[in-house]
């Protein structure tokens, strides 16, 4: 699989883990973007249209990423691009709303970088 062209956006206000998740895909040949907040993630989603959205839950500004994957998969223009949530948030209500907000995986941190990097490979064009 090809994924020179494919564009993944890292969403955390954390700025090491950002840099994990950029070294660990970096490495797989994928062109990063990142943002701090959701407002930013949401924005960056649309000027960019990433093939991924990496997104944290709890973040700066007026939107978490449970708002911010519902806005991306609301919009008809955005809803092809793959939503996976990467929280500390591990309760079960959690989960369920990161699947109510359209995210196609819920990742519970800490996670593994090799796991993060197989899952965003397992996804086809």
């Given at each position: 699989m090809d994924t020179v062209a494919r564009k993944v956006l890292i969403v955390d206000d954390n700025a090491g883990?950002?840099?994990?998740?950029?070294?660990t895909l970096k490495t797989a040949g994928f062109q990063l973007l990142e943002a701090?907040?959701?407002d930013d993630a949401l924005r960056m989603t649309k000027s960019h249209l990433p093939d991924f959205v990496l997104l944290d839950v709890m973040?700066?500004?007026s939107m978490d990423g449970y708002q911010v994957c519902s806005a991306i998969k609301n919009d008809?223009?955005?809803r092809h691009v793959r939503v996976f949530i990467l929280s500390a948030r591990a309760q079960q209500a959690d989960l369920d709303a990161g699947r109510q907000a359209g995210a196609e995986h819920y990742l519970v941190k800490?996670?593994?970088?090799?796991?993060?990097?197989?899952?965003?490979?397992s996804y086809g064009r």
């Open positions: 883990l950002r840099k994990l998740i950029r070294l701090e907040n959701g973040m700066p500004g008809p223009s955005l800490p996670f593994s970088p090799v796991e993060l990097l197989k899952l965003v490979q």
